[in-house]
């Protein structure tokens, strides 16, 4: 089968596809693109390819395109993309609104081509075996689930990561949404949702900088989602726990543990030799064997939005928690 001609667009975050493209043997990593035309050389020498500021330069020789760039920008630069016939992976979030994902998503069906959303944390070999573990209901099933991401981001003032309109909300939506398509992809689909944010310890940004979310789903199972940026000093008790009527799973940074009334048994362990990158790499691949196939990507637009459209309602709902004052005497 022939390679994938491809190229990575904004290269902080877009590091990773471009070192997953260059491992990847299905592909054939033309271009490196950022702003920044020094850090596009640095790259394009290490990785062997050829580099340019100008991402609509390069459209006639590329087949696939990730853009890891400002949330504000993933709609226009995915539209002209799908425009073009490119198949696009895209950094998370889809885009800012819900018109503008439909936008991209329609785009892409009448065009024919593949849209993925990069959902790294799906492609942890721990969390996939998490999922096959609560799929086969080996340890029974999930009634309630615990997420932690004491995340902490320098303050950024004037940056787009501080601006609502171009980040699209808080760190809930910026990373949270990451957490909110694991507790969908492992619980199923949500029924109800709340949530409550806040500035403080981030007033630099204009949106929340740590927030707290609960989620109902169909089963009827709960869970809850702290995220932040502002945790500079912290100790997760693990990235994740899931309780089941048979055990608890514990998830950490890259290993799976299951309390059972037999005692703690470890699931998955990195294996010494794990090879670096290698979730970028799985989900690359993904994209790249989607393309080849024709087969729809796991995280396509629609599955991409699912962990959005339940954000959004967070924030909706933000506004009318029940008041507690006056209550206390
Ligand atoms: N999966 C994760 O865990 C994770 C982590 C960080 C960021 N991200 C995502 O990656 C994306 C980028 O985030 P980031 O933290 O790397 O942002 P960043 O601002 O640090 O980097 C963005 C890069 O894009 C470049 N850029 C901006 N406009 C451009 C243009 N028109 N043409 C070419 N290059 C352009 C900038 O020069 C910069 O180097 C976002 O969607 C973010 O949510 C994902």
Redo the contacts with the bound molecule.
Sequence with gaps: MNKVRTAV??????L?HAHAYKLSEKSDLRWV????ET?ASQVAAELGCKHT???KAILDDVDAIS?????H??AP?ALEAIAAGKHVL????LANSEEDCLKIIQAAEEKNVTLML????RFRASVQRLKKALDEEEYGKPFNAQCWIQGYMAPNPG???SQKDKLGGGVLF??GC?YIDLLIWLLGDPVSVAGLGTRLGTEWMEGEGTHHGILQFKSGALAHLFTSWATKYKSPPALLHVHTTGGCFILGDDKLEVVTPEGRITLYEPPQSKVANSSALGEVEHFLDSIQTGQRPMTDGYEGMKSHRAIWAMYEHQGTPISWEGRQD
């Design positions: 667009v904004g290269l902080n975050m877009g990773l693109v950022d702003l920044d850090k500021s100008d991402w853009f890891a760039t400002p949330h920008m993933h630069m895209l950094e998370k979030p990069a959902y790294i944390v940056s787009w990561f910026s990373h990451h």
